[in-house]
């Protein structure tokens, strides 16, 4: 289906040129103009020169002195306006150029999330319409993304890829139809994720999400954005839905349920008013919360007795680990990086470790 493209002058007239041809056509001065209108000269001057703007007022005496319709001299002063609103908005833009070269664009166009462009002033444009603002340089005054710019002083971490991060899942969860929020529902579900270790992505991604949905949890998984550093997040996108954010990092199986679980802990066990991006603050508070969830991931996981009799044994073979994990329902990778969490195995001993292979 075609489409219409409007194009625009960038040439703002001012409606006073217009005003003094019509008053040079019918042989009237400025101070003749001014004396039927009844207004100072001065002032019909700085109309003529695009100093002073013609207002409703203005344009209905000149459509009883000059005989042109009132709408004509206001749409004129309308169009004058707007263009030097454009040209304005332009500059702008060009100073956000600058800005705009911090964000990862050619992986958020190949995530469609921005459309495919060289021109640096359509990438501010582009970038604008994704986070839904009038300046990028508002994005650290929006309480959705404030967190992103927030998340680390290590200067290797890119605070405007996280926040693209962020808000390429909220496009996403947008999209997720869930039931609402039920804490026990959720925890329910959680023995079910437990057992889901054991599968291969392909089968246990649909199950996941839709566990997630039943509770009021968009899960939404995205490929990793260069120099974001996260593995995870969880925040709210209204009282009643939860988003949780899984990167497609890395590929170890064990690092993969553990962030999950570790965003379940958040979820489940914090403020609903704050984003919990892993991997993110030393602020005291903050850590506290995240030693949280990641205690929480770890009972949920492997049920504290259980790992501590496994661990007074002190048998760590690959035989032993395999059973192990059959007698509580998971997958014996997970065993393993518990084990070099740990230090109770050498860091390169994976046995049963896996690498998911992700689609997309």
């Known amino acids: 289906m075609a489409t219409n493209q409007e194009t625009y002058s960038d040439l703002a ?34 109309i003529a020169n695009g100093i002073k703007s013609i207002t409703p007022d203005t344009a209905l005496q000149l459509e009883q002195v000059l005989g042109v319709p009132a709408h004509i001299w206001t749409g004129l002063e309308s169009e004058y306006q707007l263009t030097n609103a454009r040209n304005e908005a332009a500059e702008q833009v060009e100073h956000e150029t600058d800005l705009a070269v911090r964000f990862p664009y050619p992986e958020i166009a190949k995530l469609g999330w921005v459309k495919s462009t060289r021109k640096r002033s359509e990438k501010v444009l582009e970038l604008r319409r994704f986070f839904g603002v009038a300046s990028l340089h508002n994005l650290q005054g929006v309480r959705a993304y404030a967190p992103a710019f927030r998340q680390s002083a290590r200067a290797e971490v890119s605070h405007e890829a996280l926040v693209a991060w962020l808000r390429g ?24 994720l437990r057992h889901l270790t054991q599968k291969e ?11 997630l949905a039943d509770a009021g949890i968009a899960f939404v998984l995205l490929p990793h954005l260069p120099r974001t550093y996260t593995n995870g997040a969880t925040y709210w996108l209204t009282p009643n839905k939860a988003v949780l954010m899984m990167t497609i990092r890395g590929s170890w199986a064990d ?10 802990g958040h979820i489940l066990l914090h403020d609903k008013r704050h984003t919990f991006l892993e991997d993110g603050l030393d602020d005291p508070d903050w850590k506290k919360q995240e030693e949280e969830a990641d205690e929480f991931a770890k009972k949920t996981l492997i049920p504290p007795a259980s790992w501590r009799a496994f661990v007074r044994a002190g048998h760590f073979s690959a035989a032993n680990i395999a059973s192990f994990a059959k007698e509580i329902d ?10 070099q969490h740990d230090d109770l ?5 994976h046995m049963h470790r896996v690498r998911y292979k992700w689609a997309g």
Request: glycine letters at 8%; a negative charge.
């Open 169 to 192: 899942g909220t496009l996403e969860a947008d999209k997720i139809e869930t039931g609402q929020f039920d804490s026990g529902k959720a925890r329910a579900a959680i023995q079910v």
């Open 330 to 339: 998971i997958a014996p990778g997970i065993i393993v990086g518990r084990l």
């Open 345 to 349: 195995i050498p860091p390169n001993h």
């Open 201 to 211: 992505p392909s089968v246990f991604l649909p199950e996941l999400k839709q566990r």
């Open 13 to 46: 007239v001012p409606p006073g040129v217009y005003l003094t041809e019509v008053a040079e056509e019918m042989g009237m001065s400025q101070a003749e103009l001014a004396r039927r209108m009844g207004r100072p000269v001065q002032a019909i001057s700085e």
């Open 255 to 264: 690092i993969f349920w553990f962030s999950l679980f570790h965003e379940l």
